[in-house]
């Protein structure tokens, strides 16, 4: 995952807060789609591949902040 390492952290942060947030208006979509789990509405797949679409940056941003905090052996 050397890649990971390549994108800077300002970057990544600043694409995952929109990507979060998107679209702001009128509501953004993780909060639409955690009321349709709450009510059991979420069973189409363009659905749950917007959940996952919208939090696939916080997800690599987790990774990559976790996969910088493990110290790295060089045996």
Known sequence: MRWLHR???PLLVAVAVLMLGAP???EPHLVEK???LAEGRLSRPIDI???FWHLAPAVLLGIKFAMGRKPTTTD
Do not use: E, G, S, T
Request: charged fraction near 15%; glycine fraction near 0%; proline fraction near 17%.
């Open 7 to 9: 994108i800077p952290y």
């Open 24 to 26: 702001f208006v009128p």
């Open 34 to 36: 955690a009321r349709m």
């Open 49 to 51: 591949f917007d959940v």
